[in-house]
């Protein structure tokens, strides 16, 4: 069986690792954007002994002929013209789930989600199975901190319109006075170069080049807006506190809405700070615990993820997939369809308007 995995940044390939580890020689289709500088991505790659096949959106159509099965985050280019080949769509995170709900799903010919919640939400688009999380499948669960002594806190905002970053960014650095403060941006706050220098000058000296997972797991308090990095926290019973500053609705957008799960269950997550100047005071009332979500994220934790890692199972269920034993549902093949078209006279609408 040959497979492919599409990525084309660092965090969709550490993603990968788990899964590219069951599989005969793997191949890490890197999708080249022009812009982005890959060398992590080959790094990676190198060290794990995965081939690599990069590929432009000229060109991505070969895929067809490369692979039975490629497996994927999110869309990549001219995905609706491939005819051939199956797509496996892997669940990345829990947030902004107007998106990660979007119809796109109907491109899969499967679907591999954390848990029943997601399973429930997508199934009508192709076969889901749930398989836990396996983001922190080759490290384990590290609940603890290293040093009691001074508590590790990790600031992991989201990226555009909804980040937090340009207000609090400044009072999480205040909070390295008593704490062990570390900053994971976005890679698209970095990539689109949304904060200005001042800010990143600020956040710099406290920023980490290691993967967010292995931070969360490090860390006691994880500080967040929308980010999906809270279902993350919540997986490891962390504690979570939510920077949400005054966004006047614009959360009401094509990402989230109010039944998005960090919308919808914010009561269920952790205390919500709009204000900068009062992060200091809630942070030092929910390490000490004087505020107190740990049984409601747990009840939360336990709707959202299957209790098992079943990731060892996603081998036969891809042979099931490449061999025709699983298919999609009639309604599931007219929804392929129908999004495949509907992408491709979008970009095609959007290349005559650029004429």
């Known amino acids: 069986m040959r497979i ?3 990525a084309w940044n660092l965090f969709q390939v550490q993603h990968y690792l788990p899964f ?3 599989f005969d020689d793997p191949v890490l289709v890197i999708e080249n954007k022009g812009k982005e500088d890959y060398s992590s991505l080959l790094q990676i790659a190198d060290e794990e002994g995965f081939s690599v096949l990069p590929l432009c959106a000229k060109n991505i159509e070969s895929i067809d002929d490369l692979f039975d099965i490629v497996l994927c985050q999110t869309p990549f280019a001219k995905i609706e013209r491939l005819r ?12 902004k789930e107007v998106h990660n709900h979007g119809p796109w799903r ?3 010919d ?8 997601t399973k429930n ?14 983001k922190f499948l080759r490290n384990g669960l590290k609940k603890n901190s290293v040093n009691s002594q001074r508590p590790k806190i990790v600031y992991a905002p989201t990226h555009g319109e909804l980040t937090s970053a340009h207000y609090f960014l400044d009072s999480v650095v205040n909070l390295s006075k008593t704490y062990d403060v570390t900053i994971k941006l976005h890679h698209n706050l970095i990539l689109n170069s949304t904060l200005d220098d001042e800010l990143l000058e600020l956040a710099n000296p406290y920023l980490s080049t290691k993967n967010l997972e292995d931070l969360i797991s490090e860390s006691d308090i994880v500080i967040s ?9 919540i997986y490891l019973s962390k504690k979570v506190v939510l920077t949400r500053p005054n966004l006047d609705g614009k959360f009401v957008e094509n990402k989230i809405n109010n039944e998005s799960l960090e919308v919808a269950k914010t009561p269920e997550i952790g205390p919500v700070v709009s204000n900068p100047d009062n992060l200091g005071n809630i942070i030092d009332n929910v390490f000490t615990n004087k ?22 199972s996603v081998p036969k269920i891809i042979e099931a997939v490449c061999s025709g034993e699983l298919q999609k549902s009639q309604t599931q093949r007219f929804l392929k369809e129908a999004i495949k078209e509907a992408r491709v006279n979008k970009f095609l609408l959007r290349r005559v308007g650029r004429k």
């Open 121 to 134: 939400h997508l199934e009508t688009y192709a076969p889901c199975f749930s398989i836990g999380h396996p």
């Open 225 to 233: 807006d929308f980010s999906g990095a809270i279902f993350d926290a």
């Open 4 to 6: 492919g995995f599409v």
């Open 84 to 95: 051939k080949v199956k797509i496996g769509m892997l669940q990345y995170g829990l947030a």
């Open 291 to 312: 505020i107190d979500f740990s049984e409601r994220n747990m009840k939360l934790r336990k709707d959202l993820f299957t209790n098992e890692i079943k990731a060892c």
């Open 106 to 108: 109907a491109l899969a």
């Open 110 to 117: 499967v679907i591999f989600t954390y848990g029943t919640y």
């Open 20 to 22: 590219m580890s069951l």
